[in-house]
């Protein structure tokens, strides 16, 4: 199974500042389709996940462009270019090749 | 809008079975897919399988072959998971997502499933 790893596993960010989260995968989530199933959600407390962004770096319906994913091969990133307090909880990334894994999760809290 | 709506919280004792269903509504039901997520307390995210709306088609993730059984009615647009042979490491919420192309894109809201003698 492809393994992801997320670091930091937390961070806290005052308002309005930026913050990065790094998430590396034992395998390239690059299928032969050509297309890079990684994504990232975000966990609100007490809540579902809900998609902010698929296939690296499109941001899902709804989603602030404060918010945004790049990377390719292993290596991926989301940044948040100036974070708010409604960004508070548990970012997770995920790969779609078979089977699906998520990383461990990284907690975001304000400063 | 889309919408998938999960069935009430379950407590069920060490081998027992549990079935969760999860009603969708907001989209045609069969053009997509559904996959099975569960949680246990404090802890990550754990894929479980997937079903195809269309055909029933299902893939399950290998831990829980021959223990999971996903299921879907068209006619009323619900997808019901299965889970047999419970153990207290069962005790999770477990969250049905709508898949379109490979993405995860809308969850419901969750289902507790205690698992306790």
């Known amino acids: 199974d492809v393994v992801m790893t997320q670091t930091p596993l937390s961070l806290s960010v005052t308002p309005g500042q930026p913050a990065s989260i790094s998430c590396k995968s034992s395998?390239?989530?690059?299928?032969?389709?050509?297309?890079?199933?990684l994504y990232w959600y975000l966990q609100k407390p007490g809540q579902p996940p809900q998609l902010l962004i698929y296939?690296?770096?499109n941001r899902f319906s709804g989603v602030p462009d404060r918010f945004s994913g790049s990377g390719s091969g292993r290596d991926f990133t989301l940044k948040i270019s100036r974070v708010e307090a409604v960004d508070v909880g548990v970012y997770y990334c995920?790969?779609?090749?078979?089977?699906?894994?998520f990383g461990q999760g990284t907690r975001l809290d304000i400063k | 809008q889309v919408q998938l709506v999960q069935s009430g919280a379950e407590v069920k004792k060490p081998g027992a079975s549990v079935k969760v269903s999860c009603k969708a509504s907001?989209?045609?039901?069969?053009?997509?897919?559904i996959s099975w997520v569960r949680q246990a307390p404090g802890q990550g995210l754990e894929w479980m399988g997937w079903?195809?709306?269309?055909?029933?088609?299902?893939n399950y993730a290998q831990k829980f072959q021959g223990r999971v059984t996903m299921t879907t009615d068209t006619s009323t647009s619900t997808a019901y998971m299965e889970l047999r042979s419970l153990r207290s490491d069962d005790t999770a919420v477990y969250y049905c997502?709508?898949?379109?192309?490979?993405?995860?894109?809308?969850w419901g809201q969750g289902t507790l499933v205690t698992v306790s003698s």
């Open positions: 995920m790969q779609t090749l078979q089977p699906i894994t």
């Open positions: 997502a709508r898949v379109h192309y490979r993405k995860l894109d809308y």
């Open positions: 296939e690296v770096s």
């Open positions: 395998q390239s989530p690059l299928h032969s389709d050509g297309r890079t199933y």
């Open positions: 907001g989209y045609s039901f069969i053009n997509y897919g």
């Open positions: 079903i195809s709306a269309y055909n029933g088609n299902t």
